[in-house]
């Protein structure tokens, strides 16, 4: 592996680059895979052919940024269907409990974890008569941005417009798919 700053060669152990000071996976002027210097706009290393940059939703990818083993372990996926369903048969019960689950979930997943916690997204929700979820969609949407590296998305509106519709239970299928998304490439 090496810094994605200066080229410098690190092990597995090392988080912080000892030459540049640049946290590992930070930066986008060398492969982190073979060394070399890569182009500003290119889209594969020159010498080893490794993706650089990927578009999804019209959105350039950012650096990526490494998720802790520790947070990555400790989030299981969900069965998008099977949360439907248990939401729908015990008339939205589980649908809270799904609505804060997912909060805590991508705070972590984001490093936001001094964010609002899924019970305080909720009774913000519940005593606002509804007002508050239509911020937690919109910063829902940015999370998820953030989750999958996308820059320049419409997640966030995509989200919020969802939500004055009326089918919040979208968003909560959207976040939960990027959720599972990010733990299946870990």
């Known amino acids: 592996m090496y810094c994605k700053n200066c080229g ?27 060394g070399s210097e890569i182009s500003e706009n290119a889209a594969f290393c020159a010498n080893c052919g490794k993706p650089l940059k990927q578009t999804q ?29 248990l939401s729908i048969v ?3 019960i589980y649908g809270i409990y799904w609505f804060i689950v997912l909060t805590d979930e991508i705070n972590r997943l984001t490093g936001n974890e001094n964010d609002h916690s899924g019970v305080l997204s909720f009774v913000l929700t519940l005593v606002t008569c509804g007002i508050y979820g239509y911020v937690w ?3 829902m949407g940015q ?13 966030a509106i995509i989200y919020l417009i969802v939500m004055i519709v009326g089918l919040g239970i ?7 798919d990027a959720i599972n998304k990010t733990l299946e490439n870990r």
């Not at 802790?68 to 439907?84: D, F, G, H, K, M």
């Not at 998820?144 to 997640?155: A, F, G, P």
């Not at 979208?170 to 939960?176: A, F, K, P, T």
């Open 57 to 85: 939703n019209g959105g350039e990818r950012a650096a990526e940024t490494k998720i802790p083993e520790n947070v990555l372990s400790s989030i299981q996926p969900r069965n998008i269907v099977t949360a439907l369903i």
């Open 143 to 155: 999370k998820v941005d953030k989750l999958t590296n996308v820059k320049d998305s419409n997640n």
């Open 170 to 176: 979208v968003d909560y299928v959207l976040i939960q």
């Open 137 to 139: 969609a919109y910063r």
């Open 8 to 34: 410098e060669n690190l092990n597995e152990n090392q988080e912080v680059c000892p030459t540049c000071g640049v946290y590992k996976g930070n930066g986008n002027r060398y492969c982190e895979d073979c």
């Open 90 to 92: 015990t008339c939205g």
